[in-house]
């Protein structure tokens, strides 16, 4: 990488974590934060002029916050909610809806006891739920309202925090998971306002006017730096306009195709484009496997990435890792997969291992949708909707092996991964 674009072997971490979650915080990553505020105007530039993203350090908040723009948003790309140790879904809308009143109403008031924040949130959703503008928040069982409802919406609200929580942004002094289960429980919650200054991004929506935009326009206006003229034709992408959305797609993503770009010579198919992306990502630390039509970036060291590639502890990350080695020894392994042909996999292997998987029993297409979706969250399979699934070219870079064991012990692993590559 020239020197100009080089960072220094200290800021390599902090840049890579900052990729991950957006964010260092003084409490919970003392050393990164440290190195990050020290190294402010190396790591503000490399943003700026390899990625596009506006980096601030606000000290009086403790916060390095990372402002991160694509025009090209995942669409399964989100915060997830965490129960019992595990992750579960994407938040649902209205989770995300009461992460902005909560927000709206601890900016006016830092410190809120969460009856009265609930109290304040009902109040503002009552005057709004009629328009279509906010969700229905009702936290009484009362006339109209039954009690699954009301224990719903206190759910909702606690799962909000807990997102708020894990960030950052707010804090509690009690336990949300004892509160969201008693009726009369209460805490307190606080935050900080320099905090939550940092935590949106974009222009406010009213000045946006996403309102009298179509919605194939509104990630557009919410990642620009500036307001979208109506009155502009779109032009062809430049050239620093597609190297942008490469670099940003390979350091944030598991997984990315050059033919994402579809002009004639897509950006990392040019020798000066692969070159200026193996510099930026070997310059943050991470490894990289490049084929003409898939390029797969990892972090060896699990600093810059929240996804796992998925291991033996679970069954269904055991069936992914077995579906994945059944992927490589297909006639055609990227031809379309269908639910029916993992479901047939999977029978095999509990003919061979009848305990293995038992909690699925008559249940094997669940199993083959979780397995799917494993596979999918690392970019090795591409839902098309209707149980169906693109293989990618990222399963060549995979070898599985499938370690079954003697039948007369308790089966723990069913595969394991080997990393030929």
């Known amino acids: 990488m020239s020197p100009g674009r080089a960072l220094s072997p200290e800021l390599r971490e902090p840049a890579r974590r900052l990729i991950a979650t957006g964010r260092l915080r003084a409490e919970s990553d003392v050393e990164l934060y440290r190195a990050a505020v020290q190294g402010r105007w190396s790591l503000t530039e490399f943003f700026r002029t390899e990625l596009g993203w506006a980096l601030e350090v606000v000290e009086s908040a403790e916060l390095v916050r990372l402002h991160k723009r694509r025009a090209d948003v995942p669409v399964d790309r989100g915060p997830r909610l965490r129960r019992d ?14 992460v902005a009143l909560v927000c709206e109403q601890l900016w006016r008031r830092p410190r809120m006891s969460l009856r009265e924040l609930m109290q304040a949130i009902a109040q503002v959703c009552a005057a709004e739920a009629q328009t279509g503008q906010l969700p229905q928040f009702r936290i009484v069982a009362s006339d109209g309202t039954g009690k699954g409802e009301a224990q719903r919406s206190r759910t909702n609200l606690v799962d909000a925090l807990r997102l708020l929580v894990d960030e950052g942004s707010v804090s509690v002094d009690a336990d949300l998971e004892q509160v969201m289960g008693a009726d009369e429980g209460d805490l307190v919650v606080s935050a900080s306002r320099e ?4 935590k949106f991004s974009a222009l406010s929506p009213t000045l946006l006017g996403l309102d009298r935009m179509e919605p194939a326009r ?4 919410l990642t620009s730096a500036a307001l979208i003229d109506d009155s502009a034709v ?3 992408p430049t050239v620093d306009e597609r190297r942008l959305a490469a670099i940003r797609r390979l350091v944030d993503d598991p997984a ?3 033919l994402d770009d579809r002009t004639q010579m897509p950006y990392l198919h040019t020798p000066a484009g692969r070159d200026r992306a193996l510099e930026v990502v070997s310059g943050l630390g991470f490894a990289t496997t490049a084929r003409r039509d898939w390029w797969e970036v990892t972090d060896p060291t699990g600093v810059g990435t929240l996804i796992d590639f998925p291991n033996g502890r679970r069954n269904e990350r055991q069936a992914a890792l077995a579906l994945l080695e059944a ?8 031809a379309v997969l269908g639910v029916a042909e993992v479901v047939a996999l999977f029978e095999g292997v509990r003919t061979a291992l009848p305990r293995w ?3 699925y029993d008559q249940r094997l297409p669940a199993l083959a949708r979780a397995a799917a979706t494993e596979l999918a969250t690392v970019g090795l399979l591409v839902p098309l909707g209707s149980d169906t699934w693109q293989p990618t070219p990222g399963v060549y870079f995979w070898r599985v092996r499938v370690a079954q064991g003697a039948p007369t012990f308790p089966v723990d692993t069913l595969t394991e991964r080997s990393s030929e590559r």
């Open 218 to 221: 509104h990630v557009a206006a």
């Open 256 to 258: 990315a195709s050059p």
């Open 234 to 236: 779109a032009d062809e």
């Open 327 to 334: 992927l490589n020894r297909r006639p055609e392994p990227q």
């Open 85 to 98: 140790g595990r992750e579960a879904h994407l938040a649902a809308k209205e989770v995300l809806a009461l």
């Open 357 to 359: 998987a038992a909690a």
């Open 195 to 198: 905090r939550l200054a940092q």
